[in-house]
C-alpha cells in the first residue's frame, strides 16, 4: 500500500489545530483575501503570502506595512504615511495603497488557492533567515521517531529557506548557539523531536497512511518555536553528505521499511495516490 502524501497545507493545518498542544505553535494562517490581508497586516505587519499546494518555497511571497511618522504640520498634526513592500524572489516591490499590493498579489496567484500566514521574525545566521527541519519517520517498530533537526538559512535576499531555492543546510547546535546556552539548547532539541513525533501521530489520525513528514520550524526572537509548515514528502537523500553516515544510513533503513525506496537498488518506489 503506498504512502500517504498530503498536497494541501490547509488540509494540514486544520489537521493539526484540534490538538491543545500543537495549536500553540501554529502561526495564524487564513485563506488569502483581500479582507484577510488588510486585517493580518494590521495587526502583524508582516505576512506570507503561499500557494496551498506549492512545494520548493515557490510562489511565497512576503508581504510588509511600513510606517513613519511626518513631521507635524503648521497646526500641530501629527500624521503617519503608511506604505506596502512585496518581497518575491529576489524582487521588491513598493505600494502605496493596500489595493494596489492586493492587484499585483492577485496577478501572480490568478485563481488558484493561496494561504496568508502571520509572518514570524526568524532567528538569522550571518544576517540572513534560518528556520529547522525536523525529519521524523515510522520506525521499524512502527512508531513515530525524530530522526534528524538541522538548520536551512536563506540565500542572500531570498524569503525561503529552502534547498530549491538556494538555502544552505547548516547543523542545529552552529546556528542556535549565538541565541542560547548549551541547556537551553538540548531543551530545545528535545522538544522538537517530540514535537515532530506529535504533529505526525496527530496527522497520521486524519491520514493512516503517513509514513514520514518534514516539519519547517522557525524560531523568533523569543527562541519560541513556530511551526511554519509541513511537508508529507520529506527530502532524505540531500542528507546523504552528513558527516554522520550511521544517521544517514538509520534514516534511508527506515524509509525502505515503509516502503519510499527499495532495498535493492536504492530508488524510489512511485507513490499512486494523494490526500
Excluded at 89 to 102: Q, R
Excluded at 219 to 229: A, H, S
Excluded at 241 to 266: D, M
Amino acid at each position: 500500500m503506498s504512502i500517504q502524501r498530503v498536497s494541501s497545507k490547509w488540509a494540514k493545518t486544520n489537521a493539526i489545530l484540534p490538538h491543545p498542544t500543537l495549536a500553540a505553535y501554529i502561526p495564524e494562517t487564513r485563506l488569502y483575501t483581500f479582507e484577510h490581508l488588510n486585517e493580518m497586516l494590521a495587526v502583524y505587519g508582516t505576512v506570507y503570502i503561499k500557494p496551498d499546494n506549492g512545494t520548493y518555497g515557490k510562489g511565497v511571497m512576503r508581504a510588509e506595512r511600513q510606517t513613519e511618522q511626518l513631521p507635524p504640520t503648521e497646526e500641530g498634526i501629527i500624521e503617519e504615511r503608511t506604505w506596502y513592500v512585496l518581497r518575491y524572489e529576489v524582487d521588491i516591490l513598493t505600494f502605496e495603497s493596500l489595493d494596489e499590493l492586493h492587484r499585483v498579489v492577485s496577478s501572480r496567484i490568478k485563481k488558484r488557492p493561496y494561504l496568508i500566514q502571520r509572518g514570524i521574525p526568524l532567528l538569522q545566521h550571518e544576517a540572513r533567515p534560518f528556520d529547522l527541519r525536523v525529519l521524523t519517520q515510522m520506525n521499524l517498530r512502527h512508531q513515530w521517531e525524530t530522526t534528524l533537526i538541522v538548520g536551512r538559512v536563506a540565500a542572500p535576499d531570498k524569503v525561503v529557506t529552502n534547498h530549491h531555492s538556494g538555502g544552505t543546510t547548516r547543523f542545529f547546535n552552529e546556528l542556535v548557539a549565538p541565541y542560547m546556552d548549551v541547556k537551553e539548547a538540548v531543551r530545545l532539541e528535545q522538544k522538537l523531536s517530540k514535537m515532530g513525533e506529535r504533529v505526525a501521530w496527530q496527522l497520521q489520525k486524519r491520514y493512516p497512511r503517513l509514513r514520514e513528514i518534514g516539519l519547517d520550524v522557525g524560531l523568533d526572537q523569543q527562541n519560541y518555536p513556530w511551526i511554519l509548515e509541513v511537508n508529507t514528502r520529506p527530502a532524505i537523500k540531500v542528507f546523504a553528505s552528513l558527516p554522520n553516515k550511521s544517521l544517514y544510513h538509520k534514516i534511508f533503513r527506515y524509509a525502505v521499511g515503509y516502503g519510499r525506496y527499495t532495498a535493492s537498488t536504492g530508488k524510489p518506489v512511485r507513490s499512486k495516490k494523494k490526500a
